[in-house]
């Protein structure tokens, strides 16, 4: 089990940029692939992006493609995720997750995930 906690949250004119932290407590973050995933109000959570355990491969919802960026820094337990032109549609509430899988299927979807950060609100105007 690994802690994760989310910073960076805020809001944001379209266009504009924000890059979310998540920090992880747990002696073992490198075993886990990382992911963001996004809530809006009255819909279901869905996948955002993902970053294998190594960050040698990547991968995005195609909702945000060109614009997302995720990353990873073992040595301080930290992922991050940089969103540049960002649009009204990209509001919600921004979720880190880490995962124990080894199927690249699951790193996509909200049940491949083991545990859960409390979430941060990203609002974008207009």
């Known amino acids: 089990q690994v802690q994760l906690v989310e910073s960076g949250g805020g809001l944001v004119q379209a266009g504009g940029s924000l890059r979310l932290s998540c920090a992880a407590s747990g002696r073992t973050f490198s075993n886990y692939v990382m992911g963001w995933f996004r809530q809006a109000p009255g819909k279901e959570r869905e996948f955002v992006a993902a970053i294998t355990r190594r960050g040698d491969s990547t991968y995005y919802a195609n909702s945000v493609k060109g614009r997302f960026t995720i990353s990873r820094d073992n040595a301080k337990n930290a992922v991050y995720l940089q969103m540049n032109s960002l649009k009204p549609e990209d509001t919600g509430v921004y979720f880190c997750?880490?995962?124990?899988?080894?199927?690249?299927?699951?790193?996509?979807?909200?049940?491949?995930?083991?545990?859960w950060g409390q979430g941060t609100q990203v609002t974008v105007s207009s």
């Open positions: 997750a880490a995962s124990t899988s080894y199927h690249s299927s699951r790193w996509t979807n909200v049940p491949g995930y083991d545990d």
